[in-house]
């Protein structure tokens, strides 16, 4: 991937998260956003089901 951005929900409020390339930031704050968001961007291909695939089952191993 060469570039991951997301805002994510938390117990706290929520964490954002940047990458591109080897620079990384994450950030949490004590606001809730209105949803999580992921995006991802990759010059070569995907098994972009899989990835959804994951990502659901760890949104449900969560909410359980």
């Known amino acids: 991937m060469e570039?991951?951005?997301g805002v994510l929900r938390i117990p706290e409020g929520l964490v954002r998260i940047n990458r591109q390339g080897d620079d990384l930031h994450i950030e949490t704050q004590n606001v809730a956003p209105p949803d999580s968001r992921i995006?991802?961007?990759?010059?070569?291909?995907a098994d972009w089901n899989a990835l959804q695939s994951a990502l659901l089952?760890?949104?449900l191993a969560t909410t359980a």
Do not use: H
């Open 3 to 5: 570039r991951v951005k």
């Open 57 to 59: 089952k760890l949104r």
């Open 39 to 45: 995006e991802l961007i990759s010059s070569s291909e």
